[in-house]
C-alpha cells in the first residue's frame, strides 16, 4: 500500500462485503425473538407472553457480531508495518550484474549506453550489495559485492571488448557464477540482471534460470540491440530473453526501455524479502492485535441485563 504499511494477506477483505450482506439480511429479515415467533405455535406465545415469560427480544447482539466479524478479517487481512531495522538485513539481499562483453555486443556500438545502464542498475539497489560479471565465451567476477559505488563505477567503464579474452557468448556459464556468488555470499533473495544481446541462449542458460528461480533468486534480462553488427554476428534475441526472463521470475526489458527492471531492482529491502519469504523479518504483523479486538464486542455478548 505504501513503503512503510501493507497488507500481508489482502484477500481476507473480500470477507467485508460478504459480512455486510448478512447483517443486512440479519437486520430486515429475522425477527427481534430470533425467529422464535415462526418456531412457536401464536397461541402458546400469546399464553407465554401474557405469563410475562417472554421478553422482547433485541438486535444488538446481531449487530457486535458483525463488529466482530468484521474485526476478525481485518486482522487477517494482515495489516503491517515496515520493521525499523530491516535495513539490517541488506546483507540477504543482493544485485549480480552480468554484462555481456562478446563480439557482437563489444562492437555493436551500443556498449557505453550498456554500461551506463549497469551503473543505473547499481544506483536503483540502493544500499544492497551489488558484484559484476563480465562474460562472453567464459565467465569472470570482475567486481566481488560491495556497496562502494565509486569503485563499481571505475570498475564498468574500464569493461571493453578486450576485458574477456575468450571468444564467443556463453550466458550459461554468467549465470551459473551468478549463482556461485549468490550462493558464496549466503544471500536468501538476490536478483541477478542479464545484459546481453541474447546470443548464446540455449537449454543451458534455461536451467540456470530456473536454479536461480528455485533458489529463492530473481533474473531479469535487458536487451541491448546491435544496429552496426558485423555480418557474421547472430542477431540480437528479444524473444528468448523475455522467455528467460519469465522462467527465472524477473522482468525484461531493453537498452531504450529499461524501466521494469530499474523498478524491480529498486523495490525496498522490506519488499524483496517478502517476496523471498521471509515476511517475518521485514514486516510487523498488527494483524493479531486487530483481531484481538474482536473479543471486546464478543464479550458484551454475555453481559446479563437487570
Known sequence: MTEAFTLLRPWWLLALPLLGLLA???????????????AVEPHLMAALAARGAVRPGRRVGQGLLVVASALVALGLAGPARERRDVAGFRNLDATV???????????????????AL???LAEAAGTRAVA????????YLVATPTTDRDSLSTILFALDGATVPDRGSHPARALALARRTLAEGAVVTGDVVLVSDGGGLGAATSREAAALREEGHRLHTVLVPGPALPPEAPRPDSSGLSRLATLGGGSAGSLDA??????AI???VARHLADGGYTVLAWQDLGRWLAGLALLPVLLLFRRSA
Open 97 to 115: 550484474i552480468a554484462l555481456d562483453l562478446s563480439r557482437s555486443v563489444a562492437e555493436g556500438g551500443r556498449l557505453g549506453e550498456a554500461r
Open 132 to 139: 559484476v560479471i563480465a562474460y562472453a565465451g567464459d565467465a
Open 118 to 120: 549497469a551503473q543505473a
Open 24 to 38: 443486512w439480511r440479519a437486520a430486515h429479515r429475522s425477527a427481534p425473538l430470533g425467529d422464535w415467533v415462526r
Open 258 to 263: 529499461p524501466g521494469p527492471v530499474l523498478a
Open 266 to 268: 529498486s523495490e525496498t
